[in-house]
């Protein structure tokens, strides 16, 4: 039996890479951002539906700790690996457009009343502001992923491009919010 493997957006990723190296430590980080990532939002969004796991309102604090650290240590190694990236990628004419949202109607949530319901002692607006900008990131990668599948994968400028918004907005804000979040 053989088995037909679809493209992602690692493939994107490793197929512009002006230099194999680079691609290949940008995905291996970016996987760890989108783990990372993809955990922090299950967990909140789980508290959100009601479910009381981890059991006790100590273990789900320490639980959204480690959430938060693990999204906040990933997001940290992504700086460099995207850093080089984007030089060495920079197109000709900086005019890309970026090939992904911003966010939608399921990432724009309270989660004051989630949080106070599940009896975690955290800054709603610092929880609201990571969650978005981790929702995004697995929206962005998930958009790369389905161009590729259809075979149309962003140009050089427009990967850039996509590639610095999510530079901006990640390694800013989101890296201070999920630091704080983890203390």
């Given amino acids: 039996m053989s088995t037909v493997r679809t493209r992602d957006w690692a493939d994107v990723l490793g197929e512009l890479a002006p230099r194999e190296e680079t691609g290949r430590r ?3 980080q970016l996987r760890s951002c989108e783990v990372a990532a993809l955990a922090f939002c299950r967990l909140l969004e789980r508290w959100a539906r009601g479910d009381a796991d981890p059991c006790t309102p100590g273990r789900r604090q320490a639980a959204l700790r480690r959430a938060a650290d693990r999204a ?6 992504l700086e460099r690996p ?5 030089l060495e990628l920079e197109p000709e004419v900086a005019e890309g457009r970026s090939w992904y949202g911003g966010p939608g ?6 989660w004051d009343g989630v949080l106070r319901r599940a009896g975690v002692r955290a ?3 610092r929880v609201t502001q990571a969650y978005l900008e981790l929702a995004v990131l697995v929206r962005a990668l998930e958009g790369l992923a389905d ?3 259809l075979g149309s994968p962003p140009d050089r ?3 850039w491009a996509g590639l610095f918004d999510l530079r901006e907005n990640l390694l800013g804000q989101a890296t201070d919010d999920l630091r704080a ?3």
Avoid: K, N
Wanted: charged fraction near 15%; proline fraction near 0%; avoid cysteine.
């Fill in 157 to 159: 400028g427009s990967l």
């Fill in 147 to 149: 161009a590729a599948r």
């Fill in 105 to 110: 109607a399921a990432e724009l949530l309270e």
């Fill in 26 to 28: 940008l995905v291996a």
């Fill in 82 to 86: 995207l850093s080089r990236y984007l």
């Fill in 181 to 183: 979040l983890a203390a």
């Fill in 72 to 77: 906040e240590t990933a997001l940290t190694g």
């Fill in 123 to 125: 800054s709603a607006t």
